[in-house]
């Protein structure tokens, strides 16, 4: 795409003279010339490099301070130009495919879209919002084409996905077979704590007798989760003490050990750590093992059907684009 080697220099340079383009009236005839260019068109309907430069605008502040240097910085700019303008003319070709295609979206949708943007992102204040448009240079009119657009590329690309039967058993087996590593499944458990702590001049005296009495009302059928909201004193008590799922490393050597050594379902006994006392509780457990493909089939799918999906949309807009007529003018 020889056509953009220079679009980082030019979309920043009508970045910078757009102030002097609207304040002068016998502005240079070769500002203008680059104030109004066109980067491409596409089945008859013009890209300027001004709507391209609207559509980088907010990400080049961020590309400036993440760029190491000014080289960096342009190459960068370069290649997000290349991607925007492609997405702005895939817009465009999807559009009239859908057209060619008889989709039509009621403006009633249309409607309910353009009045939520209005609501979400402005507070319902339609000044603010024509405001916004105003400083962009648009108009409602070109907002709400620009919605239809979105929506109507969003519907063809959804037109284009597969269903779930054409995931095959043996293609998820093949799967599984050639990526077992993504199912390794590390010894973890499922922890729930109990953790007194000292109050004032309390001294382990008394945090002792708290902690048999907690161990008393365990030992008569007490809940675990309820005397964590009993008693615990951090800030995992509301839930119960629940600390969901750790591994070893999740927590010092001290804990683990004990919490690793529990039978599933069954608490410790009170540990006590520099003036803390722990007791644990092993909710559930899971062995170090490769998950059998049994009890990941629903994942294989999911991510076989998504892998259709791209690779069915990619072909299917490779197509719209070779049908297309589309010329760049950088």
């Keep these: 795409m020889k056509h953009l080697l220079n679009l980082s220099t030019l979309i920043l340079s009508i970045g910078l003279l757009q ?8 502005a240079d005839p070769e500002l ?16 300027t490099v001004e709507e391209l430069r ?19 910085f342009s190459k960068r700019v370069d290649d997000l130009s290349k991607e925007v303008l492609q997405n702005m003319i895939d817009r465009i070709i999807i559009v ?3 057209e060619e295609k008889g989709i039509m979206i009621p403006p009633s949708y249309i409607e309910q879209e353009y009045d939520d943007v209005i609501q979400r992102d402005f507070g319902g204040d339609r000044g603010r919002f024509l405001e916004y448009l105003r400083a962009r240079g648009e108009t409602a009119r070109d907002f709400r084409k620009d919605i239809y657009k979105r929506v109507v590329v969003n519907v063809m690309r959804q037109d284009t996905r597969r269903s779930q039967s054409e995931v095959s058993p043996e293609r998820i087996e093949e799967f599984y077979v050639k990526n077992k590593i993504r199912f390794y499944q590390s ?3 499922h922890l729930r704590q109990i953790i007194l702590t000292p109050i004032a001049d309390e001294g382990l005296v008394t945090l002792r007798q ?3 009495k907690v161990m008393n009302e365990l030992n008569s059928g007490a809940n675990f989760g309820d005397m964590a909201r009993k008693y615990s004193q951090d800030e995992m008590s509301r839930n119960g003490g629940d600390w969901g799922w750790i591994e070893r490393k999740d ?7 004990v919490a690793f050594s529990l039978q599933e379902g069954s608490y410790s006994q009170p540990v006590e750590i520099n003036g803390t006392i722990f007791i644990l509780y092993a909710e559930k457990k899971r062995d170090e093992m490769i998950q059998p493909i049994a009890q990941v089939r629903d994942i294989i799918e999911n991510v076989l059907i998504g892998e ?23």
């Design 19 to 26: 102030t002097s383009l609207h304040a002068q009236n016998d």
């Design 32 to 47: 203008l010339r680059l104030g109004n260019g066109i980067a491409a068109m596409a089945e008859g309907e013009i890209i």
């Design 54 to 72: 609207r559509e980088l605008e907010p990400i080049i502040p961020r590309l400036r301070v993440e760029s190491k240097n000014a080289q960096e």
């Design 96 to 98: 009239k495919a859908a």
């Design 187 to 189: 010894e973890s458990l």
């Design 210 to 212: 708290t902690a048999n």
């Design 251 to 257: 927590i010092r050597k001290e804990l683990s050990d």
């Design 308 to 330: 259709i999906a791209r690779e069915t949309q990619e072909k299917w807009l490779q197509d719209v684009r070779n049908e297309a007529y589309v010329r760049y003018f950088m």
